[in-house]
């Protein structure tokens, strides 16, 4: 298949970045949909739009077709997809395609246009001396080597979690942000607790992510989802930091 697709920076900030499986159909889906209109076995498919079998999916994968499933579940509700199924196959419409794909070249090129006709004088008025750059290149510099983005849950995890804070991979920026956006406080901070006081448990488990989110729905599941009556306001005030 050739080709290609723009893909913006700000996919890291998706909201299901941390989920595998929900990348994986995601980008099959933005890689194989339809960059001008089609016809296929009599059915007109247009940009933005891809024929798709769960079974074969799946097997490109490398995931299950449960997993297909319910992935493209989780992208219909989140208004990204729209899905026509019939008993042979499923016409999958990416509902912001013209937003993610759209041809930028007209806009480039009146700028470019705009550019080549205004004066040398105005060009040097405008165009930063090439030691000024240097100067901010290397203000940034260090200013990244000082500033770090560090979320509520992945500060609370290191001041209030020893055992957590021991496991291998710890909480992206991201992560965090994705837990924190599913989950309650009261929910996480439970869980977290639950880990803790389990014996043994960073030599058990490598990564911090996976395996809070595996403890919580083992929490939902027996019910075990209410906070602790005797949590002191002092405790409540600290976890309520986390946003």
Not at 34 to 45: D, P
Not at 87 to 93: D, K, Y
Not at 146 to 162: A, G, R, S
Request: with cysteine.
């Amino acid at each position: 298949m050739a080709g290609w697709i723009k893909l913006h920076r700000e996919f890291l900030e998706w909201e299901w970045i941390g989920v595998p499986e929900m990348v994986s159909v995601w980008m099959y889906l933005l890689t194989t949909a339809n960059h001008e209109a089609k016809r296929w076995q009599g059915i007109e498919v247009n940009p933005g739009q891809t024929i798709i079998g769960r079974k074969a999916m799946a097997e490109t994968l490398g995931i299950t077709e449960r997993q297909v499933r319910t992935c493209l579940e989780r992208l219909k509700t989140t208004n990204e997809i729209a899905i026509k199924t019939t008993n042979r196959f499923s016409l999958v419409t990416i509902v912001k395609w013209g937003v993610y794909q759209s041809d930028e070249r007209k806009t480039t090129s009146k700028t470019t246009n705009k550019k080549s006709n205004r004066s040398q004088t105005e060009v040097k008025q405008t165009t930063t001396p090439k030691e000024d750059i240097t100067k901010v290149i290397s203000k940034n510099e260090r200013m990244g080597e000082v500033i770090e983005m560090t979320h509520p849950l992945q500060k609370y995890i290191q001041e209030n979690c020893p055992e957590v804070s021991k496991l291998k991979t710890q909480l992206t920026y991201q992560e965090a942000q994705q837990i924190t956006d599913t989950y309650s406080k009261e929910l996480i901070k439970e869980t977290l607790e639950d880990m803790e006081n389990k014996p043994g448990f960073a030599k058990n488990y490598i990564k911090v992510s996976t395996t809070l989110r595996n403890w919580i729905k083992v929490r939902l599941k027996s019910g075990r989802n209410q906070i602790d009556r005797k949590m002191t306001k002092t405790d409540l005030e600290k976890y309520m930091e986390i946003s």
